[in-house]
């Protein structure tokens, strides 16, 4: 699967092999929480079908979206670091979802019969890494007005949306979260978009109607 050989290309087929042996294919329900935030974790999950909505609790008590995670995307790589991990989100389904799994103890097993598969965990974490530094970067200097556009795109991409139109099933609050920015302003910057035609603000949706505009006001 492409999936399978995103995560595991640095490993050789013997290697590779091992580890897809020792995961274990899990399926949860729409709506069905995956892990709750404060939960233990032992276990990495890779997302093979549907999607997974990523939040974590705020200073106020309630749930900010901090990512959608689609086919290909792993979570919970956290467990495999260390024996005394909590989990630091809850991750939900946000329709029929299938896992590949991966227990800390099995992960420990393959590194000693398989040391290469270490370079799975490196690329996990590196990935992570990445991304956390590039959003890091956005919240200090990119205009809240562009990174609602990155917001919208990255939701297209991990819903696997394409064509010149599409809508993601994200509220104002959950786009406002993931862009780093309150409501209200990440209202204005969707009004805005609304005014020259680019999204239409729906009932629990968002819907981008002219992705070439979108994407020039992202950049």
């Given at each position: 699967?492409?999936?399978?050989?995103?995560?595991?290309?640095?490993?050789?087929?013997?290697?590779?092999?091992?580890?897809?042996?020792?995961?274990?294919?899990?399926?949860?329900?729409?709506?069905?929480?995956?892990?709750?935030?404060?939960?233990?974790?032992?276990?990495?999950?890779?997302?093979?079908?549907?999607?997974?909505?990523?939040?974590?609790?705020?200073?106020?008590?309630?749930?900010?979206?901090?990512?959608v995670l689609g086919?290909?995307?792993?979570?919970?790589?956290?467990?495999?670091?260390?024996?005394?991990?909590?989990?630091?989100?809850?991750?939900?389904?946000?329709?029929?979802?299938?896992?590949?799994?991966?227990?800390?103890?099995?992960?420990?097993?393959?590194?000693?019969?398989?040391?290469?598969?270490?370079?799975?965990?490196?690329?996990?974490?590196?990935?992570?890494?990445?991304?956390?530094?590039?959003?890091?970067?956005?919240?200090?200097?990119?205009?809240?007005?562009?990174?609602?556009?990155?917001?919208?795109?990255?939701?297209?991409?991990?819903?696997?949306?394409?064509?010149?139109?599409?809508?993601?099933?994200?509220?104002?609050?959950?786009?406002?979260?993931?862009?780093?920015?309150?409501?209200?302003?990440?209202n204005r910057a969707?009004?805005?978009?609304?005014?020259?035609?680019?999204?239409?603000?729906?009932?629990?949706?968002?819907?981008?109607?002219?992705?070439?505009?979108?994407?020039?006001?992202?950049?």
């Open positions: 699967m492409e999936n399978e050989l995103s995560l595991l290309g640095a490993l050789g087929e013997e290697d590779r092999r091992a580890v897809l042996q020792n995961m274990h294919r899990r399926r949860f329900a729409k709506g069905e929480v995956i892990f709750h935030e404060g939960d233990p974790g032992d276990v990495l999950h890779v997302v093979d079908k549907g999607h997974v909505a990523v939040r974590a609790a705020t200073p106020l008590g309630e749930e900010a979206l901090l990512a086919p290909g995307a792993s979570f919970g790589e956290g467990a495999l670091v260390t024996e005394e991990r909590t989990r630091t989100a809850t991750c939900r389904a946000l329709d029929a979802v299938e896992t590949r799994s991966l227990h800390r103890d099995d992960f420990h097993r393959l590194v000693a019969e398989h040391p290469a598969v270490r370079e799975v965990l490196i690329a996990i974490l590196s990935a992570q890494v990445r991304r956390l530094t590039e959003h890091l970067l956005e919240a200090l200097w990119v205009p809240v007005d562009r990174r609602v556009c990155r917001r919208l795109l990255a939701l297209g991409t991990a819903f696997g949306c394409d064509g010149a139109e599409w809508e993601v099933p994200v509220t104002q609050d959950d786009l406002a979260a993931m862009a780093g920015t309150t409501r209200p302003t990440a969707l009004q805005a978009l609304a005014a020259d035609g680019i999204v239409a603000m729906r009932r629990g949706h968002i819907a981008v109607l002219d992705v070439g505009q979108l994407e020039r006001r992202a950049r």
